[in-house]
């Protein structure tokens, strides 16, 4: 079993800053990609970011810039930076991760419980 806890949302004001954390843990042989989605009422859920175990990012249009997405792969966590916040990223947060429990086994997605961020003044 693999369980993805993820933390650091809240209320902040535009222009502020918010640091999301999302620790995997469990029954982990690997993890591939890592990544955040976001979705907000009445929209479908969206790409945020992601980053592969080597590094290597891409970002939604409308956070480049803005927010960095980095990870400790001793650690299995992925963290989101953001910054310069607006009030259309209010949304409810979820961390994904690519997991394998075994040598050739196949990658199955996680996903978090999500946690929620709110730009509002």
């Known amino acids: 079993q693999v369980q993805l806890v993820e933390s650091g949302g809240g209320l902040v004001q535009p222009g502020g800053s918010l640091r999301l954390s999302c620790a995997a843990s469990g029954s982990i042989f690997s993890i591939n990609a890592m990544g955040w989605y976001r979705q907000a009422p009445g929209k479908q859920r969206e790409l945020v970011a992601a980053?592969?175990?080597?590094?290597?990012?891409n970002y939604a249009d409308s956070v480049k810039g803005r927010f960095t997405i980095s990870r400790d792969n001793a650690k299995n966590t992925v963290y989101l930076q953001m910054n310069s916040l607006k009030p259309e990223d209010t949304a409810v947060y979820y961390c994904n991760a690519g997991v394998r429990v075994g040598w050739g086994t196949p990658e199955y997605d996680y996903w978090g419980q999500g946690t929620q961020v709110t730009v509002s003044s």
């Open positions: 980053i592969t175990s080597g590094g290597s990012t």
